[in-house]
């Protein structure tokens, strides 16, 4: 079993709907990231959390440390959001564990 | 560009050649990562230096695999006697668990 997983693994979409990628992680974390890679591109990193709840944009980000769950939401999405996004646990041990990512895509 | 930068960005090899990537961090930065990911699949752990210092190795970093970080400032990760199997995005960053920022990554092939 991986420390974190999420889900969907693939996600298609239609311009404008709500998106929202889940996170699970079983390892202890000090921060909970969510990154986005496009094609053949770098990561970004999109946000850090450790607690409660981030937004950015059309982007929030929320976590439940108590049920060690993680949300990433995208409000009226669009086609440039096509992208992979990987959820990652950062725990007090340095190290870093990755999900497997999210691909979405957004039809216009 | 002031963000983390990785050389090559491609490397093409045949099996059995030595192939080395060098990462230069954010200059601030006094911890380095590197990370391997290939497709479809997430990043994973390989190595992890505090200064010049390595101090945690992932168990997927063979005795074919070494890296470096002579001066606590640029590091390079060598892989030797390559194998197609060592195919992958090789990615480097620097910073924190808590604030990691990514390099473009290197993208290696084996033939």
């Known amino acids: 079993k991986n420390e974190v997983e999420q889900s969907p693994q693939n996600l298609t979409a239609q311009e404008g709907e709500f998106i929202t990628i889940n996170c699970s992680y079983s390892?202890?974390?000090?921060?909970l990231h969510w990154l986005q890679q496009h094609p053949g591109g770098g990561i970004v990193s999109l946000f850090m959390?450790?607690?409660g709840k981030k937004k950015h944009g059309r982007l929030i980000a929320t976590i439940n440390i108590q049920e060690k769950h993680s949300s990433l939401h995208i409000t009226a999405s669009h086609p440039r959001d096509s992208a992979v996004y990987i959820c990652?646990?950062?725990?007090?041990?340095?190290?870093?564990?990755f999900g497997t990512g999210t691909s979405l895509t957004v039809i216009p | 560009d002031t963000g983390v930068s990785q050389n090559p960005r491609h490397k093409i090899t045949k099996r059995g050649q030595n192939v080395t990537f060098r990462c230069d961090p954010i200059?601030?930065?006094?911890?380095l990562y590197w990370y391997r990911q290939t497709l479809g699949q997430g990043p994973e752990f390989l190595t992890y230096?505090?200064?010049?210092?390595?101090?945690?190795k992932s168990r997927l970093l063979s005795d074919r695999f070494s890296a470096e970080r002579p001066k606590g400032s640029f590091s390079t990760l060598e892989i030797q006697r390559t194998e197609q199997g060592d195919s992958a995005m090789y990615l480097c960053?620097?910073?924190?668990?808590?604030?990691?920022?990514f390099g473009p990554g290197t993208r290696l092939l084996v033939l």
């Open positions: 200059s601030e930065h006094n911890r």
């Open positions: 959390l450790s607690s």
């Open positions: 230096f505090q200064n010049e210092a390595q101090l945690e």
């Open positions: 960053a620097s910073g924190s668990t808590e604030t990691q920022y």
């Open positions: 990652a646990a950062g725990n007090t041990g340095n190290q870093f564990y």
């Open positions: 390892v202890g974390i000090s921060a």
